[in-house]
C-alpha cells in the first residue's frame, strides 16, 4: 500500500467529506477531480528544488495538490493556489490555514496571477482562460498540467490522435522545452515543460 505525507492523507480526507471526486474515473462528466498521487509525487519532487522560490496552483479543488506541494517545498518558498469555487476553496483553506507560506485565493486566474509572478513553477489543473500560462514563468521555470491519456492509451479514432489542445501548447510553444510524463498507472500522463527564454 503507497503512503502518503500526512498533509496529503488529511487532503484526501477532507475531498472525500466534501464529495470531491478523487480520480477523473469517479468525476462526472466536466467535474474536476483531486490531484492523482503520481502527479503529487512528480509536483513535490518539482516543488522540493524551488528554494526561494514562488509557486502558483490553478486550480485547487479541496487542496489535493497543494497539499502534495506545500509538503515538499522548502520554508523558504511560497504557494499561490487559485480556486473559482468558494466551497472548494474553502475547504483548501481549511486543511493550509496553519501554513503560512500558502495564499489559497479564490477568482479566476487571469484576475489573481497576472500581477504576482513571475513563478519557478506553475501547476495548471484547471482552464486559465485567458492567461498565456508560460509568460508566467521565470526563465528555467517549469510548467505541469494533467488529467491527459496517454497517445498510446487513446481509443481508435479519437480526435485527440489527431489534435489535443493540451499536447499543442507544450510542444508548439518556442519558449518550451516539454516531454509527456506517463504515469505508473499507464492511463494517466501529464505535461511538463521548461521555460528556456
Do not use: Y
Not at 479543488?61 to 466551497?87: F, H, K, N, Q
Not at 491527459?148 to 487513446?154: I, M, R
Request: with cysteine.
Amino acid at each position: 500500500m503507497e503512503e502518503f505525507p500526512e498533509l496529503v492523507v488529511r487532503a484526501l480526507e477532507l475531498a472525500r467529506g466534501a464529495g470531491f471526486a478523487l480520480t477523473r474515473e469517479d468525476a462526472k462528466r466536466g467535474e474536476s477531480s483531486a490531484c492523482l498521487p503520481g502527479v503529487g509525487r512528480f509536483l513535490a519532487m518539482l516543488a522540493a528544488g524551488c528554494v526561494g522560490g514562488r509557486i502558483v496552483e490553478l486550480g485547487t479543488g479541496t487542496g489535493v495538490g497543494a497539499a502534495w506541494i506545500a509538503g515538499a517545498m522548502p520554508s523558504d518558498c511560497t504557494l499561490v493556489t487559485v480556486e473559482v469555487d468558494e466551497r472548494l476553496a474553502g475547504v483548501a483553506r481549511k486543511l493550509l490555514a496553519g501554513d503560512p507560506r500558502v495564499e489559497v485565493v479564490t477568482g479566476e486566474a487571469a484576475d489573481v496571477v497576472l500581477t504576482r509572478g513571475p513563478f519557478d513553477l506553475v501547476f495548471s489543473d484547471a482552464g486559465a482562460h485567458g492567461v498565456d500560462l508560460v509568460s508566467l514563468l521565470r526563465v528555467g521555470g517549469r510548467i505541469v498540467t494533467d488529467d491527459l491519456t496517454p497517445q498510446a492509451a487513446l481509443p481508435p479514432g479519437s480526435p485527440l490522435l489527431a489534435d489535443d489542445p493540451k499536447r499543442r501548447a507544450f510542444f508548439g510553444d518556442r519558449r518550451l522545452v516539454s516531454t509527456e510524463v506517463v504515469l505508473p498507472d499507464l492511463r494517466n500522463s501529464l505535461l511538463v515543460g521548461t521555460r528556456t527564454r
